[in-house]
């Protein structure tokens, strides 16, 4: 499948993306302080940030930022969690990781370990809506058609993301999600996108 270009799209959302999330950041930098603290102070060591390199737009490596919810070895265990792995592809998921901190899964239920990625968005490696960017050895067991999520910026949220039942969608359905937001991308879409994922954050920490 041939992907239009959309240079004037492109354009608005990168001035969206700019000055929102330099907005946000000028106006949230003490709660961003807060969380990292409390990050620090949960398991006592250890940087409240985690960095780690994604694959952005045409292939380009970028690093990410997410406040740290896994214990600072979390990488090196990974290896020996990889027969419970739940996720489909590759990718590596587990319900109830056990690397992840007490901290850690409260922020991630309320998705406040991915704020720091209003740095990226800020910075331009990241949009607010895109395919959610994936770790390089993910990007190497691509398909052809796989890659082409990569043709644009990687974002916070997007057609997965926003979904209710994201867990148990699987990664062909997704990488075909990802594929859709490319073809129907507008502003219309991308504010549709933000509204619904605000929803979904808001049920799940309500239980519902």
């Known amino acids: 499948m041939e992907f ?5 799209f492109d354009f608005i959302k990168r001035l969206f993306d700019f000055f929102v999330s330099l ?3 000028l106006l949230f930098w003490w ?4 969380i990292a603290i409390l990050v620090s102070l949960d398991d006592g060591k250890g940087h409240p940030f985690f960095v780690q390199e994604r694959v952005g737009r045409n292939g380009k490596l ?8 896994m214990c600072l070895d979390a990488e ?3 290896d020996e969690l990889m ?29 406040i370990d991915e704020l720091p990625q209003f740095i990226n968005i800020l910075l331009g490696s990241m949009s607010f809506v895109g395919p959610r960017p994936a770790l390089p050895k993910e990007v190497a067991q691509y398909s052809d ?15 997965w993301q926003a979904s209710r039942n994201r867990n148990d969608i699987s990664f062909e359905q997704w990488m075909e999600m990802d594929r859709k937001y490319i073809e129907d991308r507008s ?3 991308d504010l549709k996108l933000l509204f619904l994922t605000v929803a979904v954050v808001i049920r799940h920490r309500d239980g519902r």
């Open 4 to 8: 239009k270009k959309k240079p004037v």
């Open 23 to 25: 907005i946000f950041l």
């Open 31 to 34: 709660f961003y302080l807060i």
């Open 62 to 69: 970028f690093k990410l930022y997410k406040f740290r919810t």
């Open 76 to 78: 090196e265990k990974k």
């Open 83 to 111: 027969d419970l792995n739940e996720a489909d592809g590759p990718v590596f998921k587990i319900k109830d990781d056990p690397r992840i901190t007490k901290i850690g899964k409260f922020l991630r239920a309320t998705n």
């Open 145 to 159: 058609t796989d890659r082409q999520r990569l043709l644009v910026k990687p974002g916070l949220t997007c057609y």
């Open 187 to 189: 502003l219309w879409v």
